[in-house]
């Protein structure tokens, strides 16, 4: 992770060359120690509430090796469209952005298992097999976490000016970003919600008007969230002439990524197996309401 | 152009040692395991007097390539042929490969016992 080369935006090529060139080849230790521990800090905060629950554990050996591996590789590439839309550096080349993934993987591995054999979730004693299946499942969010953190905890670097800084906050993203990113930030809120147990329960009882109340909430929420609460980067992503099939146009491309993420994420932990159409639908939407508030709130953040 | 110092590059290193090693047991783990159901085994320990009564362990094994939730076992002894004493447990997971530890009291001695029959009344699949 290249540390104080952030440049001025990428449709500013004529500035990108003076960063690279007034500093020394290598980033300083400190400046890489201090990336770690923001690092190490994201991928605890977003996945400590995984890391204490049960269900997880459970995945972990439940799960067969062909699904975790799935879920290795689906995370990774996660990961990889993170750190290229999102991350900290938007001018970073592929090698740079694959470097960093692994990086950050390698991280999130450790991090997972050495939390699991502190709260003595992972022992000498159990199979290799359950011991992999736990650490992997738990260290995708970490991965995950790791990555938002280094990007999104850090102060800006000492090099940059403020008006650099304003420039990089405010540098406008596609819609097709945006719901990359969206999708990273559902799976990171509702990830911590998706596994338990509670989500199956509400998907047996909810009744039709609660679900269309929650699918209503969940819009509402979303619509409040990217136009009118005035949320912390909302702005720079709204178009100048706002109308009101925009805003109903874009609250619905970003609930429906909320209900992709949900879905998928049920699907993975076999929440839908055996299950009939109505019990998938209802668990999809009690989910999708924790992820409508990743895609919108999170993906404001985490952009 | 990627720039780091040596501390990055050995991370680099180290977590893709790492991911190589975890992606290669999770594809050798999913190209050699076939999806063979559970099979169950009961070890029995040796009995030692507690409380006025026997307490004997018992260790679960799954030998099958598949977890399984809520395993009801059962442990009698019989004298002449007949049975005696029965105690009960249920293990809440017995993942695939691996070994689970419990005991199971009794108020006769199990050492006394002519033989000691292990049974495995059924499970979950999760």
């Known amino acids: 992770m290249p540390f104080g080369c952030v440049t001025q935006g990428r449709d500013d090529p004529e500035n990108r060359t003076i960063p690279l060139t007034m ?10 120690l201090q990336e770690y521990g923001r690092g190490i800090a994201g991928g605890l905060l977003f996945s400590l509430p995984m890391l204490y629950t049960m269900e997880m554990w459970q995945f972990g050996f439940i799960l067969r090796p062909e699904r975790l591996l799935l879920y290795a590789v689906i995370s990774f590439v996660l990961l990889l469209g993170y750190n290229r839309y999102a991350g900290l550096h938007h001018d970073a080349s592929w090698a740079e952005v694959a470097i960093d993934s692994v990086e950050e993987m390698g991280i999130g591995i450790v991090l997972s298992a050495l939390f699991l054999a502190i709260l003595g979730i992972i022992t000498l004693d159990i199979a290799l097999s359950e011991a992999v299946g736990k650490t992997v499942i738990a260290g995708m969010t970490v991965a995950i976490g790791v990555s938002v953190g280094t990007a999104q905890l850090g102060a800006p670097p000492e090099d940059e000016d403020e008006a650099a800084t304003a420039r990089r906050r405010e540098r406008p993203s596609s819609f097709p970003e945006q719901l990359v990113v969206a999708f990273i930030a559902a799976i990171l809120v509702a990830g911590n919600i998706a596994p338990t147990d509670e989500i199956a329960i509400l ?4 009744g039709t008007l ?3 109340a929650l699918v209503l909430l969940s819009l509402a929420l979303i619509a409040m969230i990217l136009f009118f609460a005035n949320f912390t980067g909302a702005g720079r992503h709204v178009p100048e002439n706002l109308t009101l099939a925009t805003v109903l146009g874009r609250s619905a491309s970003f609930y429906a990524v909320a209900l992709l993420v949900s879905a998928l994420m049920l699907w ?18 009690a989910l999708g309401l924790v992820a409508s508030f990743g895609a919108s709130a999170g993906r404001l953040l985490l952009q | 152009m990627v720039r780091k110092n040596a501390l990055e590059w050995s991370i680099f290193a180290v977590s893709g040692v790492l991911l190589l090693l975890v992606f290669g047991y999770l594809g050798y783990h999913a190209l050699t395991s076939e999806d063979e159901p559970a099979e169950i085994e009961i070890e029995v320990g040796v009995a030692h007097p507690q409380g006025g009564r026997y307490i004997l362990p018992v260790s679960l094994h799954n030998r099958g390539g598949q977890s399984v939730e809520d395993v009801e076992i059962e442990i009698s002894l019989l004298q002449g042929g007949v049975t005696t004493e029965t105690a009960a447990i249920t293990m809440p997971f017995l993942p695939r490969l691996s070994t689970r530890e419990g005991s199971v009291f009794f108020d006769s001695d199990p050492a006394q016992a002519d033989e000691i029959e292990t049974l495995v009344i059924g499970y979950i699949v999760p």
């Open chain 1, 210 to 212: 609660n679900l269309v």
């Open chain 1, 23 to 32: 500093h020394a080849p290598h980033p300083p230790i400190r400046g890489s």
């Open chain 1, 203 to 206: 998907g047996m009882y909810l």
């Open chain 1, 268 to 285: 993975f932990f076999g929440r839908f197996e055996g299950a009939g159409l109505m019990q998938c639908l209802s668990a999809t939407i």
